[in-house]
T-cell receptor, first 116, second 119 residues
Framework: AQKITQTQPGMFVQEKEAVTLDCTYD???????LFWYKQPSSGEMIFLIY??????QNATEGRYSLNFQKARKSANLVISASQLGDSAMYFC?????????????FGKGTTLSVSS | DADVTQTPRNRITKTGKRIMLECSQT?????MYWYRQDPGLGLQLIYY???????NKGEISDGYSVSRQAQAKFSLSLESAIPNQTALYFC??????????????????FGPGTRLTVL
């Protein structure tokens, strides 16, 4: 079974609108961390935001916020006021359980296209 | 200067050739990782190393080997390259988790990637 599921292969949004990128995860470990990374067409991986499983509040970083619903095992990324430069692939990732090491498990990504 | 560097950035090679991808970091992190990204897929873990003497296989280690020459250097080798190893390869580094374990904030820092094409 997929540990990280991103069900939206592609999303389209107009400039200045908000957009939500979905991510659900599967783990039985009570201790885990959830990450979002942005990958522009140039290929590099850019860290956006992090949510720990014990964090009481949803994470926010500038225009990025994470809608963390623990009971539903979802960690959706919300981008407010989209910009043309937000066009990229977005990956949700999880780190879980000490025995699995601390490598990240990635979803397949969502391509976001922002138009003017 | 970049904290995590990868060489080469692009490489085209032929089936059966041995090739080494190198990764260096100046972040002082103990933990280093090699990931592979295929088109339309997320990153998959090839190998990871928690320190110079600790190397572990990831989910797709077949056909690859690694060497942790120093805390700052982690190399990935393809002993006999094949076309389905054509992919974008990323090196990453991180600190060990804090006392809260995997739930603690612990960003992975990625290198710029190496685009490898095996003909």
């Amino acid at each position: 079974a997929q540990k990280i599921t991103q069900t939206q292969p592609g999303m389209f949004v107009q400039e200045k609108e908000a957009v939500t990128l979905d991510c659900t995860y599967d783990t039985s470990d009570p201790s885990y961390g959830l990450f979002w990374y942005k990958q522009p067409s140039s290929g590099e991986m850019i860290f956006l935001i992090y949510q720990g499983s014990y964090d009481q509040q949803n994470a926010t970083e500038g225009r990025y916020s994470l809608n963390f619903q623990k009971a539903r095992k979802s960690a959706n990324l919300v981008i407010s006021a989209s910009q043309l430069g937000d066009s990229a692939m977005y990956f949700c990732a999880m780190r879980e359980g000490a025995q699995a090491g601390t490598a990240l498990i990635f979803g397949k990504g969502t391509t976001l296209s922002v138009s003017s | 200067d970049a904290d995590v560097t990868q060489t080469p950035r692009n490489r085209i090679t032929k089936t059966g050739k041995r090739i080494m991808l190198e990764c260096s970091q100046t972040k002082g992190h103990d933990r280093m990782y090699w990931y592979r990204q295929d088109p339309g897929l997320g990153l998959q873990l090839i190998y990871y190393s928690f320190d110079v003497k600790d190397i572990n296989k990831g989910e797709i280690s077949d056909g690859y080997s690694v060497s942790r020459q120093a805390q700052a250097k982690f190399s990935l080798s393809l002993e006999s390259a094949i076309p389905n190893q054509t992919a974008l390869y990323f090196c990453a580094t991180s600190d060990a988790p804090g006392l809260a374990g995997p739930s603690s904030y612990n960003e992975q820092f990625f290198g710029p990637g190496t685009r490898l094409t095996v003909l």
